[in-house]
T-cell receptor, first 113, second 111 residues
Framework: NAGVTQTPKFQVLKTGQSMTLQCAQD?????MYWYRQDPGMGLRLIYY???????DKGEVPNGYNVSRLNKREFSLRLESAAPSQTSVYFC????????????FGSGTQLSVL | GNSVTQMEGPVTLSEEAFLTINCTYT??????LFWYVQYPGEGLQLLLK?????DKGSNKGFEATYRKETTSFHLEKGSVQVSDSAVYFC??????????FGTGTRLTVIP
């Protein structure tokens, strides 16, 4: 019963470096999401994928790209990391689009120096 | 637009104390309301929900009532335990939009 698995759990980058955050779910969910969590800001939606083959921008998409590789996997890429992207990133999935019951991974703590 | 305002944390309580975490909202249309909980080192998980006015959501001893007249959805528990220490997020959803989360309130329960 793995649920939503994110890798890595921790990452430190230098400004300008690139990296990809990986996310996989084993619940056969159609929809997947990437959020960032910042102190005093709550969770903000970066991108989401309503179904395999589709992706859409959320509230704060600038500086990020996503790939819905298949039904299970949804990756988030930072092409040129900036200190403002220091945050905790959560991947989530749901059975269908705009569903209120989201299942979250345990998060990736990213620091950009 | 949509917004969720939660009481400022952190909140520290002794075991068996009564808990209230305030949440008020602004929304277009008629939102559904939710409480999510994030235990240390874990992702968020749905705690309870209410989909229309006067509904009461409940789970694990927690309750929240959807009050349309005061646009509130306060979380309550009669007797907290150390294991309830977590961050609690109020959230809303309107129509076909995605969930919109509040800033979270950290609760620490001490023995």
């Amino acid at each position: 019963n793995a649920g939503v698995t994110q890798t890595p759990k921790f990452q430190v980058l230098k400004t300008g470096q690139s990296m990809t955050l990986q996310c996989a779910q084993d619940m056969n969910h159609n929809s997947m999401y990437w959020y960032r969590q910042d102190p005093g800001m709550g969770l903000r939606l970066i991108y989401y994928s309503a179904s395999e083959g589709t992706t859409d921008k959320g509230e704060v998409p600038n500086g990020y790209n996503v790939s819905r590789l298949n039904k299970r996997e949804f990756s988030l890429r930072l092409e040129s990391a900036a200190p403002s992207q220091t945050s905790v990133y959560f991947c989530a999935s749901s059975q269908r689009s705009q569903n209120e019951k989201l299942f979250f991974g345990s998060g990736t703590q990213l620091s950009v120096l | 637009g949509n917004s969720v305002t939660q009481m400022e944390g952190p909140v520290t309580l002794s075991e068996e104390a009564f808990l209230t975490i305030n949440c008020t909202y602004t929304a277009t249309g008629y939102p559904s309301l939710f409480w999510y909980v994030q235990y240390p080192g874990e992702g968020l998980q749905l705690l309870l929900k209410a989909t229309k006015a006067d509904d009461k959501g409940s789970n694990k001893g927690f309750e929240a009532t959807y009050r349309k007249e005061t646009t509130s959805f306060h979380l309550e528990k009669g007797s907290v335990q150390v294991s309830d220490s977590a961050v609690y997020f109020c959230a809303l959803k309107t129509g076909a939009n995605n969930l919109f989360f509040g800033t979270g309130t950290r609760l620490t329960v001490i023995p």
